[in-house]
């Protein structure tokens, strides 16, 4: 028979997991990335407004660059992450064109549903070690991705206000 303590765990773990689901989706207190990205105008993808130091271009590509490392390192022991900080940014201001755009955006979303699905998954235990990091945990990636992805968002944000390409 399940003692207290594994009793509470089992009732708030639907609810954790739910909270994270949420967070990683945007929304409440932060943009959605879809809603930020979406409709990006084409000929604004590689400027950079004064005083900013990326582009569009180089925001996404980060933001997937990123979040494809941390989705990795928490489910495969033979990861290997990009070199700080060369490996985690494009070398270029603008996509090559509408298809590199496209590509990166559904290689972000695929990525934030996988992390999402790894937390939905019951079998996955949000606080267990990581066994090949160093003390890292499930959730606490989860949180990471979902910290570092409203950061940016809101960078995406700040860059179509500047652009004059975004609608308050």
Same mark, same amino acid.
């Given at each position: 028979?399940?003692?207290?303590?594994?009793?509470?765990?089992?009732?708030?773990?639907?609810?954790?997991?739910?909270?994270?689901?949420?967070?990683?989706? /945007? @929304?409440?207190?932060?943009?959605?990335?879809?809603?930020?990205?979406?409709?990006?105008?084409?000929?604004?993808?590689?400027? !950079?407004?004064? @005083?900013?130091?990326?582009?569009?271009?180089?925001?996404?590509?980060?933001?997937?660059?990123?979040?494809?490392?941390?989705?990795?390192? #928490?489910?495969?022991?033979?990861?290997? #992450?990009? !070199?700080?900080?060369? /490996?985690?940014?494009?070398?270029?201001?603008?996509?090559?064109?509408?298809?590199?755009?496209?590509? #990166?955006?559904?290689?972000?979303?695929?990525?934030?549903?996988?992390?999402?699905?790894?937390?939905?998954?019951? !079998?996955?235990?949000?606080?267990?070690?990581?066994?090949? @990091?160093?003390?890292?945990?499930?959730?606490?990636?989860? *949180?990471?991705?979902?910290?570092?992805?409203?950061?940016?968002?809101?960078? *995406?944000?700040?860059?179509?206000?500047?652009?004059?390409?975004?609608?308050?």
């Amino acid at each position: 028979m399940p003692n207290k303590k594994q009793q509470d765990e089992k009732q708030h773990d639907p609810a954790l997991r739910q909270h994270l689901l949420d967070l990683l989706a /945007g @929304g409440n207190a932060h943009a959605k990335f879809d809603d930020v990205i979406g409709d990006f105008p084409p000929k604004l993808r590689g400027s !950079k407004p004064a @005083g900013l130091p990326h582009s569009a271009w180089m925001l996404l590509e980060h933001l997937h660059i990123a979040q494809w490392d941390i989705l990795e390192f #928490s489910r495969n022991s033979k990861h290997v #992450s990009p !070199k700080w900080p060369d /490996g985690y940014c494009p070398k270029k201001e603008a996509p090559h064109d509408a298809r590199a755009w496209d590509e #990166s955006v559904q290689r972000f979303r695929a990525d934030l549903q996988a992390m999402q699905d790894l937390i939905a998954d019951t !079998k996955t235990d949000l606080f267990a070690r990581i066994p090949w @990091g160093e003390g890292q945990t499930i959730l606490r990636e989860a *949180l990471l991705v979902a910290d570092h992805n409203a950061y940016h968002i809101a960078q *995406l944000v700040d860059l179509r206000r500047l652009l004059g390409a975004w609608k308050d």
